[in-house]
């Protein structure tokens, strides 16, 4: 049995996953004939901060999202902590009549 792609994530360190995702965006950007500093203009990054990431994986958050968004892939982060499909429908209707939560005491 071949195990899903999503399923591998789940296996990977932080680091992994971060070298991975620099990996895909550097792919990404060949794959559309972009270089780094036509990229780097186009998302309103530094050309350091683009290079930083493509070699080392490290990024913030805001950056990242401007890159995948002058790529065209910013819908891609739709699926990013998504609540899980409800199993039944009484767990659906949980999730919308939820109480709001309360902030805990000191």
Not at 4 to 25: C, F, G, H, K, Y
Request: hydrophobic residues 40%.
């Amino acid at each position: 049995m071949e195990i899903p792609i999503n399923d591998t994530i789940q296996w990977m360190t932080p680091s992994e996953t971060q070298r991975m995702l620099a990996d895909r965006v550097r792919n990404a950007r060949v794959g559309l004939g972009l270089k780094q500093t036509t990229l780097a203009t186009r998302a309103g990054v530094t050309l350091a901060t683009l290079r930083k990431f493509e070699q080392k994986g490290e990024i913030a958050l805001k950056y990242l999202m401007r890159i995948c968004h002058a790529l065209g892939r910013l819908d891609e982060f739709d699926a990013i902590l998504k609540p899980p499909v409800a199993a039944t429908m009484a767990e659906l209707e949980s999730r919308v009549t939820r109480p709001a939560r309360k902030r805990g005491s000191r």
